[in-house]
């Protein structure tokens, strides 16, 4: 033995088996509210994931399987807070995600996720710029 995969040895990503090497890397994670739930929304480079504070609640979206991201309830009086973001799936299923400070960083992000698997994703943005056009991602 050479002493590397003694106990305390540190594991290298090329030592580690392909299921291992496979794991999405978090991009990020952005504070939102679902179904009135407390939580995070984790955008990896595969999929979307809202853990709810409380243990309570997992939801977990894979990026292949998202159609279009769309802004919804931008209110100019309360716009630092009350920004919403709606998740259509291409099955029809609609989710949303409330409450972001920082949802053009989380959209910004779903369309990277949605790059890095080859897959293309529509952005709305009318609801919070108010002149009704949608745009494909790039």
């Not at 002493?3 to 890397?25: M, Y």
């Not at 939102?32 to 809202?50: K, P």
């Not at 949605?114 to 009704?132: K, L, Y």
Request: glycine share 8%.
């Amino acid at each position: 033995a050479d002493g590397r995969a003694g106990r305390g040895a540190r594991a290298r990503r090329g030592d580690l088996p392909p299921r291992a090497r496979a794991l999405p890397q978090e991009l990020d994670r952005f504070r939102c509210t679902h179904d009135n739930v407390t939580g995070e929304l984790l955008v990896t480079q595969s999929s979307l994931a809202f853990l709810a504070r409380s243990a309570t609640e997992m939801m977990v979206l894979p990026v292949r399987e998202v159609a279009r991201v769309r802004t919804q309830r931008y209110l100019r009086w309360n716009a630092r807070t009350d920004n919403s973001l709606v998740v259509e799936m291409t099955n029809g299923r609609e989710v949303q995600f409330d409450g972001f400070w920082e949802r053009d960083e989380c959209i910004g992000l779903i369309l990277a996720a949605g790059r890095f698997c080859d897959h293309g994703i529509e952005v709305d943005r009318s609801a919070s710029e108010g002149d009704g056009a949608a745009a494909a991602a790039p």
